[in-house]
């Protein structure tokens, strides 16, 4: 993980992309298990079940704002995720986009 760290975003995207659709899928797996999304103010009691929204894009069942985890998850740090709200906001490559 430090290792990844050191790399921005975009050029841990700029590797992902050179993986298989099925490494990208493990990938994602592996990223659920860290995902604290599960904990989440926002997240609890809606009936959502994904995870790693900053990987799969904005979900379509959260819609009401009550505060953010990423900043303090361990997947923000590893992939150098620089944003917040990616269930509302959109994956950490829609985001980097318009910033
Ligand atoms: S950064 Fe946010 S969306 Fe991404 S894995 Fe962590 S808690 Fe989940
Ligand atoms: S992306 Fe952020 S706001 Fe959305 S559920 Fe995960 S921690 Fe909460």
């Not at 990844?4 to 659709?21: G, L, R, V, Y």
């Not at 298990?33 to 979900?59: D, H, M, Q, W």
């Not at 944003?83 to 829609?94: A, F, I, M, N, T």
């Amino acid at each position: 993980m430090p290792k990844e760290a050191q790399n921005t975003f975009e050029q841990n995207m700029e590797a992902m992309s050179k993986m298989s659709p099925e490494q990208v899928q493990d990938k994602i797996k592996e990223l659920n298990k860290i995902c604290i999304c599960r904990n989440c103010p926002t997240y609890v009691g809606t009936g959502e079940n994904k995870l790693t929204f900053c990987a799969i894009g904005k979900s379509t069942i959260i819609k009401i704002d009550r505060g953010c985890l990423c900043p303090g998850c361990p997947v923000q740090k590893a992939m150098a995720l620089r944003w917040d709200r990616y269930c509302l906001k959109g994956s950490g490559v829609e985001q980097s986009r318009m910033s």
